[in-house]
């Protein structure tokens, strides 16, 4: 038994001895002059990390980024509302800081339309709507004329040909009112008639250039948006 014992035993140590020489035949070795697996056109491909660096920008992409725009400067701001140099850049400029909602394209626009709605209800005698867009100072100078000329049984007759400008002359911020005056060049064609309806003031067919300076006002701690005329005077 123990020969038949010795002979298995031999026969499985060869058996093992042959299948480890048969692994490392078709495994191989590590030398350190292995080629590595995956080969690129640049050469080797490198391990995978576990964390992804994020790439860099490129100077390109930087170039191309958009640039934020800068704030314009406070004369390039109000450049289509008044001239260069002008000491109402600076009023506006409070006005605008102390209401962040003040804008000027609107605000001119209002003061355009206001002027014109202004001229009109005077010749039409219109005191509601004067009462509306004019301090209390003022409507009692336009009510007191449209008063006079009613007593003399006199019409007025305006009426809009063209704005041809607008600008700011003057701007400040006195405690929390602002105000704006500003320059009106216009066309009107303008007439005054007797009670006979003959023309004794202006011309009924003619255009004629008029020149206005309005002053604007509104308390910016107000919720009411709207300005008020609270000064008129002829331009030169």
Known sequence: MLDV??????????????IFLRLRSVLGQRTGRERPPYPTQDGPRRPIDTVVPMPQRSAEAAAARPVEATPAAPADRWKDLVEAGSPAIAGLDAIAAAD?????KHFMAGARAAYEMIVTAFANGDRRQLRSLLSREVFDGFDAAITERERRGET???RFVSIDSSSVTAAELRNRAAQVTVRFISKLISATR??????IDG??????????????ARDISSRDPNWKVIATEAGQ
């Not at 014992?5 to 042959?18: E, G, N, P, Q």
């Not at 011309?203 to 604007?216: H, I, L, R």
Request: no cysteine; aromatic share 16%.
């Open 5 to 18: 014992f010795d002979i298995y035993t031999i026969i499985f140590l060869a058996l093992a001895v042959f």
């Open 156 to 158: 007025a007759e305006s």
């Open 100 to 104: 962040p909602n003040f804008d000027d």
């Open 194 to 199: 007797d009670r006979a309806g003959t023309v």
């Open 203 to 216: 011309n009924a067919e003619k255009v004629t250039d008029v020149t206005d300076v309005w002053t604007f």
